[in-house]
């Protein structure tokens, strides 16, 4: 992970995770490669690495990258930080992840908008700044009542990858409780 995927992960819980003292935190694709989510998660929410192969800062490995193994509604907020360019089919992790979080549940995706191919096995993404209005209404197309709080994509100054990053709500009539 790259150093400004770490500081938008950081950003995103200083303004997000106030209020969820004691939350669960799910992230997708939790292997420590040059840096991990868990780095920056806050001490007070219960962080669960979860990824398609064992490794470091993994908890649990996935048998199938598209189910996740949590109950629905279960789950405070969802992580996935340069995970879902090596998704092959990113819309259906998209719809699970929406199945496990609750109501008031929130989603950080954070992707690369730009650079270099990295096969991490496959590399077959990149975002751009529709792609998070999208997803929510692929969410909403499937019955889901998804909200995008906010997304930008960030510059890039010591590395090549530019960040997409997306913060949704699992369900709109929430999006009180996030003002900021």
Known sequence: MHISALENARRFFVAYAGNLQGGKVVDIGAQNVNGSISDVCPESLRYVGVDFVAGNGVDVVLDD???LPFDDGSVDIVTASSTFEHSEFFWLLFLEIVRILKP???????????????????????????????????????????????????????????????????????????PD
């Open 104 to 178: 008031h549940g929130l989603f950080y995706l954070n992707v690369p908008s730009n650079g270099p191919f990295h096969r991490y096995p496959v590399d077959c993404w990149r975002f751009y700044p529709d792609s998070g209005a999208a997803l929510a209404r692929w969410a909403n197309h499937n019955g889901h009542p998804v909200a995008l709080l906010e997304s930008y994509t960030s510059e890039q100054h010591v590395d090549v990858f530019n960040d997409f990053v997306a913060v949704f709500v699992k369900d709109q009539a929430q999006a009180h409780r996030y």
């Open 65 to 67: 990258p598209y189910r």
